[in-house]
């Protein structure tokens, strides 16, 4: 039988992001089965250079990149901008993470493309969004957490800090390029219905202040906080983390630990849920602390109710239930093979998985730029020696 298309098969994209915000939202493109083109400057995207290393390159960089190509062009050339201009003619979409205004200054903004390729879809991603007195400052994940109320919404339900905790999450960075490749989407289905292109602006701040729907809420309309905190429950090796949010799961709880008076002791559907809800814990403890994390997670989910141990990445990614979904493959960037995680977009009947390769800065510029654009060798020679194109080691 042969091999199903992926959805996006048949689209180009032009790639000039850089770090986790884009990246991650063309690679996902790319799973689907866009020809994605990383154009990447004469240095490469930041991340080839982050740790850990192997063999002198960054697996960091190979998870969120692979089965791109690339081509590394020096943008302050006249003659790079020119055949960038050439590119958008062939191309569907185009992605941006560049701070507001730098595309502008090469001359390619959305307005600039538009010019050439009417129908093309432009996204940007930015910590502020386009335009606004804030558009212009630089931004990484960890300053729009703090920025968004993150932070200080995670401090809210910490019982013995003062501070915001530390961390190296890229949360902001994640969830901005995944809706950046949702609303692609949306653009390419609408200009199949209207043959119209359009421009997108993706705000991390905005991304966050979305999935913090309960905060936001609560500051508006004040009341006793109703909501518990989900937080660990000691065990003899390490900790679980139970919700028994339900009457149903309250009452598969009680019964799988063989403490059914813990529902009259302990009521959550009263003024007192959150007292209640801390002194059931209390109780549960005393019961977990004579069980391994393993034991207590699986009678208390044999149970019913919704449980689970904390684990290590690594641990997580050797489930029977990772397993059964072909949850992790394997990838090559040059310097040897990696496990990454599947996909995270399933299409059932399309083909959706990360390709195995990743590619090298500027390994792929005669191979675009020949399908693409049609140049001979002795073209891309000279494009070479007058600067324009880059070409990183192998």
């Known amino acids: 039988m042969a091999k199903p298309a992926g959805a996006l098969d048949g689209i180009r994209v032009l790639d000039f992001t850089g770090v986790v915000a884009g990246p991650f939202g063309t690679r996902l493109m790319a799973d689907l089965g866009a020809e994605v083109v990383k154009v990447e400057p004469p240095v490469g995207d930041l991340l080839r250079g982050a740790p850990p290393r192997h063999g002198g390159k960054s697996p960091y960089f190979g998870q969120i990149n692979c089965g791109k190509k690339s081509i590394a062009v020096d943008l302050k050339k006249p003659q790079a901008v020119e055949l960038i201009l050439q590119l ?38 930015s910590g502020y969004g386009q335009h606004g007195p804030s558009s212009h400052r630089p931004a990484f994940a960890p300053i729009i957490h703090a920025a968004s109320g993150y932070d200080l919404a995670i401090l809210s339900y910490q019982d013995d800090l003062d501070k915001p905790l530390n961390g190296a999450n890229a949360t902001a960075d994640y969830l901005a ?16 219905k209207t043959g119209q292109g359009d421009e997108i602006d ?76 801390t002194k059931l814990m209390s109780a549960l403890e005393q019961w977990t602390l004579q069980y391994s994390s393993m034991e207590a997670e699986k009678i208390i989910r044999d149970g019913g109710c919704p449980v689970s141990r904390y684990r290590d990445v690594w641990d997580s990614m050797h489930d029977p239930q990772v397993d059964a979904r072909e949850g992790v493959v394997e990838i090559n960037d040059g310097a040897g093979s990696f496990l990454i995680p599947n996909t995270p977009v399933r299409l059932m009947n399309s083909e959706a998985r990360p390709k195995p390769f990743v590619p090298t800065l500027g390994g792929d510029n005669a191979d675009v730029l020949q399908r693409w654009l ?13 600067g324009v194109l880059f070409e990183g080691k192998k």
């Not at 049609?374 to 007058?386: A, H, I, V």
């Open 202 to 277: 993706i705000a991390m701040t905005e991304v966050i202040q979305n999935i913090l729907a309960y905060e936001i809420q609560e500051l508006q309309f004040k009341a006793e906080r109703q909501r518990p905190n989900y937080g660990p429950v000691q065990t003899k090796d390490g900790y679980i983390i139970v919700n028994p949010i339900s009457p149903n799961n309250f009452k598969d709880l009680a019964h799988a630990v063989g403490h059914p008076e813990w529902l009259d002791e302990f009521p959550l559907n009263t003024r007192d849920r959150l007292k209640n809800w």
């Open 177 to 192: 390029a995944s809706l950046a490749m949702g609303a692609i989407s949306a653009a390419l289905l609408k200009r199949e």
């Open 374 to 386: 049609g140049l001979n060798q002795t073209e891309l020679t000279e494009l070479s020696k007058s």
């Open 88 to 125: 958008v003619k062939k191309t569907d979409v185009v992605m941006q993470n560049y701070r507001p205004g730098v595309m502008a200054g090469f001359g390619l903004a959305y307005d600039d493309l538009r010019k050439h390729k009417e129908d093309i879809i432009y996204c940007s991603i």
